[in-house]
């Protein structure tokens, strides 16, 4: 459980109550599971969790000790998500609605609260149409992203999806054009035509976009450089690159 200067996510703990969230559709983070139990009930909640697309992550007992206010978790805690995940169809319905070109930013492994929070807060201030992150190995819509969005993320619609080069791939059969950003890349920012439907990858603040993430991009954009730091931070990054498609968009 993230907390930080008195943020904490709302968490569900117990059997009884984590099954009932789960029957009522109440949208969820992540599901934790204490690991080696072979309960009856907990394969149950577990199994129903995975079927509504909840990640179930199996941890030790300890940590269910220590994200646990209660201390009656009974083996099971949900965290609850901020707001409803939506689809990627619902995304392009969003452009649609608009009448505008989809523009959709894709977050690969973005695992930061606050870069997430950030690039979603940008996101909604630039026009795009809609933010698309992993099931895994990310940060999702926790309090800390909620935050540090500023309520953006209320109003943002973002998407879950189990696999973002499944994703990209679909995006391009849709006539989605996929820019990633890299400090390599051999099209620079100013001299980058964005415009049409387009997806804009940014990836991880480690290590930048994952290989067959990167296989998928249509064209790989650098930001100018002028210091002697080497790279931005990702959500500064990805609010740049936005706000010239939106400049793009524009004119």
């Not at 992203?145 to 500023?150: E, L, Y």
Request: negative net charge.
């Amino acid at each position: 459980m993230e907390k930080e200067s008195g943020i904490q996510n709302e968490i569900i703990e117990g059997r009884n109550a984590v099954m009932e969230a789960l029957r009522a559709g109440r949208a969820m983070d992540k599901l934790y599971i204490s690991k080696g139990e072979v309960d009856r009930t907990l394969g149950h909640i577990a199994s129903t969790a995975r079927d509504k697309g909840i990640v179930v992550v199996e941890c030790d007992r300890r940590k269910l000790d220590f994200m646990s206010r209660t201390h009656a978790h009974q083996g099971v805690i949900a965290l609850a998500a901020v707001r409803e995940y939506c689809s990627v169809e619902d995304l392009f319905a969003i452009a649609e609605e608009r009448g505008e070109a989809p523009f959709l930013i894709v977050c690969d492994e973005i695992s930061d609260g606050h870069n997430l929070g950030a690039i979603i807060r940008s996101a909604e201030c630039a026009g795009a149409h809609g933010v698309i992150i992993p099931k895994r190995r990310s940060a999702g819509l926790t309090a800390v992203v909620d935050k540090a969005s500023a309520g953006a993320a209320e109003h943002m619609a973002v998407a879950r999806v189990p696999n973002i080069p499944a994703a990209l791939k679909e995006l391009k059969d849709r006539g989605v054009w996929v820019y990633g950003t890299a400090a390599d890349g051999q099209n620079d920012l100013w001299h980058t035509d964005f415009s049409g439907p387009l997806a804009l990858v940014i990836g991880s603040e480690g290590d930048g976009m994952g290989r067959l993430v990167r296989e998928c991009c249509d064209f790989i954009v650098s930001l100018p450089m002028k210091g002697r730091v080497s790279s931005l931070n990702a959500s500064a990054a990805a609010a740049i690159t936005m706000y010239e498609i939106l400049r793009q968009r524009s004119l």
